[in-house]
């Protein structure tokens, strides 16, 4: 199986119609279709179909898309690779960010980054780790680094799981909110709350701040998994958030919001990097991963034990 095959048969994906992957290619038609018959031949079953609609995926087509776009894009790190070991200063890496990583230690961790590696590629991304998942499976991502209320399940097997610092969550309020001044959970329990996602459900989070407090879940919740909405939200309405503790003093003071003093206990989240398992990583991305280890203990939270990433 060679590389032009690959690009050959997911131009076809991508386009739907060998005439528009082979425009694409700089190609003949005969020639796209000659390559998807090798790949059909070697297989030894159908990967397309043909249709007034154009080109459809058989179940051994849409199986082995996946596959073909792992490879190239693990051909591509794998010349990435000799490329930065030969030249020293060249490379590329694809990460996925939480706002608060955004926030407190990439800043620090992308400019020592760029000064050993100024010839480097970064690509970055906002999300969760739920909607990285996918992508670092089909290895669009190198890795996410985000905030978690635990290690996912999926760390045990497909994934690794390296913390870098931990903290807490706040409540977050406009100054001007009535219950700004409120010191318990029992005071804002039924205010309207604009909640992130946590969990296969993303109720995770709700349920860790009211059940071990004997409450129950509040009525009036708007789930949002983007920061800058409930960020807008708490600023301008009486709207109730939760937010990590590390933007509170970089982001809470220019917004007109306060981070209310509870009695109760909120829970933890930590910061971490998840990448895969079975990944070989770039020299690019080890040493970003080095770079964001030295920013987290650079930052003053309370420093976890990390662990190399498997290789």
């Known amino acids: 199986m060679k590389l032009n095959q690959l690009n050959a048969f997911l131009a076809v994906t991508q386009h739907t119609t060998i005439r528009g992957a082979a425009r694409a290619l700089g190609l003949t038609q005969p020639a796209v279709t000659r390559v998807v018959r090798e790949l059909e031949l070697d297989f030894g079953v159908p990967l397309i179909t043909r249709s ?26 794998t010349r ?19 706002p608060t990583v955004a926030f407190t230690i990439l800043p620090a961790a992308f400019d020592a980054f760029t000064r050993n590696l100024p010839e480097a590629t970064v690509n970055f991304s906002e999300g969760s780790h739920t909607f990285g998942f996918a992508r670092l499976r089909d ?17 045990d097997g497909e994934f690794t799981y390296i913390p870098l610092f931990r903290s807490v969550f706040v409540v977050g309020a406009r100054n001007r909110h009535p219950r700004v001044r409120a010191r318990s959970l029992r005071e804002i329990h039924d205010e309207q709350w604009c ?10 989070l709700t349920r860790s701040i009211f059940q071990p407090n004997g409450m129950a879940r509040p009525k009036r919740i708007v789930r949002c998994p983007s920061f800058s909405v409930a960020l807008g939200l708490v600023a301008h309405t009486n709207v109730l958030s939760m937010f990590a503790k590390p933007l509170v003093d970089i982001e809470f003071k220019r917004h007109g919001i306060k981070a209310l003093t509870l009695q109760e206990p909120l ?12 990944a070989r990583l770039t020299p690019a991305a080890l040493h970003f991963i080095d770079c964001l280890k030295d920013a987290s203990a650079a930052f003053g939270a309370d420093s976890l034990e990390t662990s190399a990433l498997a290789q």
């Open 52 to 77: 007034v609609k154009g080109i459809e995926l058989t179940e051994y087509g849409k199986a082995f898309e996946v596959r073909a776009r792992l490879l190239v894009k693990e051909m591509r790190r």
């Open 139 to 155: 290895g669009t991502l190198d890795f996410i680094v985000t905030h978690l209320l635990e290690a996912p399940e999926e760390a």
């Open 80 to 98: 990435d690779e000799i490329e930065q070991i030969k030249h020293g200063t060249t490379g590329s890496v694809s990460i996925s960010v939480s």
């Open 195 to 204: 909640m992130p996602l946590y969990g296969a459900g993303g109720d995770d």
């Open 267 to 278: 829970p933890q989240l930590t910061v971490a990097i998840i990448a895969r398992r079975d």
